[in-house]
């Protein structure tokens, strides 16, 4: 079967090429600083239980570490592991001057709560993102109004990895941000409010869509860019998408199809091919947002160890 983001020559946005683009200027990055300074960028990855897909998202991390001159050191906990082990662990992690990243796989095993895992992070080393004052933060950059510019790759602090893959889709491929109006559709920590906030950051109009939405096609119809991360197959429908739009589907869906050799298949929450249609641009799924996730992942560990080094905002 061709893969969607395997053509070219028509407006699907390839996050696959982008995300190993950025691949290649972060191992570029690595080896500068390994020479100027002898550091090697440290990720640690806490993966608890035996979910396939967590596991295969974990390897797909470590594999890019290799390839781009980052550290890797994963640690497996069975998932009846204590809340008090995990957060031991994150402990020793955050004295451990090896590593500049901890990444915590999501989810959870039940019995865990995720959030004050992820709470014990040190804001510094907590490259996912996911950290409350790392979110805080976010909001609360001000460059407006100022001469210095919103620029992710040198931000004091770390930004949501999907939150920032979907900014450098858009922009990577052509699109200028600024003064358009856009839609975020979906208010979660990890993917919908940081959208929001980076889509604010970079001069945008921003509106987000959620549950209590009245009339959410009508909204939606207004936007120049959309977002979708509300994790609901293909629910974004054509007459939802203005003609033009940019449309970024960050929607990771699992559908049942018994053609196919899994008996499922990903969707995300964009019903692509009617929206492909009417877009100007638009993410396939997979290999869209996915593969950015990773790479914004490895950036941020890399600008945490540069960071690191001096004392500053790694520049
Ligand atoms: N602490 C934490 N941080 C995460 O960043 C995190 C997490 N937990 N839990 C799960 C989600 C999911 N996630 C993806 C990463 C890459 C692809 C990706 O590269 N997908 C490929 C296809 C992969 C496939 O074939 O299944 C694509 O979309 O083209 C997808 C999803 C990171 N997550």
Redesign the pocket.
Known sequence: MATP?SSSADNIID??AI?ETIRGEIKEECAALLQSSGVTPGLAVVLVGNRT??A??VR??IKACEEVGIHSFKFDFPSDVTEADLIAKVAELNADPAVHGI?????LPGHIHEQKV?DTILPDKDV?G?HPLNLAQLAHTNTHGSSRKFDLKTLPYHA???PQGCIELIERSGTVIEGKEAVVIGRSN?VGIPVFLLLMQKNATVTVIHSRTKDASAVCKRADIVVAAVGRAEMVKPDWIKPGAVVIDVG?NSVDDPTSKKGYR?VGDVDFAGCKAVAGKIT???????????AM?LRNTLQGAKRGLSGGNGN
Do not use: W
């Not at 990444?103 to 989810?107: D, E, S």
């Open positions: 983001s996050g696959k995300a897909d967590s295969t998202y797909m991390k990444l915590v796989q999501l989810p992820l996912d996911l949501a990895c999907t990890i990771i990903l396939p799924v997979p290999g869209g947002v996915g593969p950015m996730t990773i992942l």
